[in-house]
């Protein structure tokens, strides 16, 4: 009797076969969706991780630079009280080299006032040729520091961004 069973119905039973294997199929897809969904969460983790990661990093790389940037101001406003007073200093020099020139130009007159004044005294001459060196060389002094602050801040800050 099965035999004839299976013969009369089976239609009913490759329905049912077949139900079973789309059934099958149907949990097998919901399964590969499932793992699709699961990766791209993972995907999507590692992706804010990673961003995050990147933006600790900048920030990091930002307050390096902005603490560089804050000594190398610093060591500039000290650079500059230094520099006026070495100005004040170089100003002094000059005024008493040009005070001296002025004594010695009236001693020389008062020893032989029969010379009469020449047009161009060597003594000014050499007070204003020294004042205008001086004068340079704190330029010279002052650039030359500058460049100094901004290349060592330069350094440390590669060096405390390349660590």
Known sequence: MPLTWLLTNWKLILVGLLLALLGLQTMRVAELKEDAAEKKAADAETRLLAD???????????????????????????????????????????????????????????????????????????????????RRAGELAEYADRLRIAGLTCERTYDALTK
Do not use: F, M
Not at 101 to 123: E, Y
């Open 52 to 134: 995050r990661a990147q933006r600790a990093e900048e920030q990091r790389r930002a307050a390096v630079a902005a603490k560089e940037t804050q000594d190398a101001q610093v060591k500039i406003n000290a650079l500059e009280g230094d520099l006026r007073l070495a100005r004040d200093a170089s100003d002094g020099v000059r005024d008493a080299a040009a005070g001296a020139a002025v004594r010695a130009r009236a001693q020389s007159c008062a020893i032989n006032p029969s010379q009469g004044k020449p047009s161009v005294d060597a003594l000014d001459l050499l007070v204003d040729v020294l004042g205008r060196a001086d």
